[in-house]
């Protein structure tokens, strides 16, 4: 019998998921039958991020949380509907919905060293050591201090957990919630960029009103750095100004 390492493992290399869908009105969704699934891997993602906390829950192993999941009931073991549905959003080939970025984690147990990483106080992010934190630092600097930092590394589980939430929130719709999140496998925060806002602007630092601050028009003009998804971008993910691109 094949062990489930073995298992991902091999769906890793082939893509076995990619027609498990359904489409209609040109958009693709998950199966009507794993909608509940959903919604229990949901709430179970939630009930990690509470009992690590905020700031570990961006950083955490898949391993790690199948550890804590197993071993304490505030968290409660996965079970294997959710399992599979995590494999099958992890492994499953995002251009047949829409979604044509580049693949940057092809471990779904990508685990994220604490010595590769450093917090940025007051904001519950990490960044990544190096010339993600240089570029944080210098833009800092240059565009001032009203600029902070709003999301930085996202390992896998983060990534799965702000998915899940946008699927949930679409009904399935995996076209749509791509263009918004990008699928677990297939962020850039979970190797370099971070994300940026300004002070008090709460979920607006996540929308094109971002692009008409003071902020991003002398973000911008730094010839160090550059925004990731640029309008009409061919990635088919939404325009966001807020996202810096490490270059």
Do not use: C
Not at 49 to 59: E, L, S
């Amino acid at each position: 019998m094949m062990d489930r390492r073995t298992f991902l493992f091999l769906s890793a290399l082939t893509p076995v998921f990619a027609k498990d869908f359904i489409s209609k009105d040109l958009d693709t969704y998950l199966l009507s039958s794993e909608l509940q699934t959903l919604k229990n891997l949901n709430s179970r993602l939630n009930r990690v991020r509470r009992f690590v906390g905020f700031a570990n829950f961006n950083t955490i192993s898949f391993d790690t949380t199948l550890y804590y999941a197993r071993n304490y009931s505030a968290i409660g073991k996965f079970k294997k509907d959710e399992l599979d549905l995590i494999e099958k959003l992890f492994f499953s080939d995002p251009s047949t919905f829409g979604f044509y970025g580049k693949k940057t984690v092809s471990n779904i147990s990508n685990d994220i060293r604490s010595n590769d990483i450093q917090k940025i106080p007051y904001s519950g992010h990490y960044v990544f050591k190096g010339k993600p934190a240089d570029d944080y630092k210098r833009i800092l600097n240059d565009v001032g201090t009203n600029l902070i930092l709003t999301s930085g590394i996202r390992n896998v589980v983060k990534q799965l957990s702000l998915y899940s939430s946008k699927l949930l929130e679409l009904n399935g719709n995996l076209t749509a919630s791509s263009s918004i999140i990008a699928p677990p496998a297939y962020t850039y925060h979970a190797i370099k960029d971070f994300d940026v806002g300004k002070k008090g602007w709460g979920g607006r630092n996540f929308t094109s009103e971002f692009a008409r601050t003071e902020e991003f028009n002398k973000m911008i003009k730094l010839n160090y750095i550059s925004i990731r998804y640029t309008p009409n971008n061919k990635d088919g993910v939404r325009y966001e100004p807020w996202h810096v691109k490490v270059i």
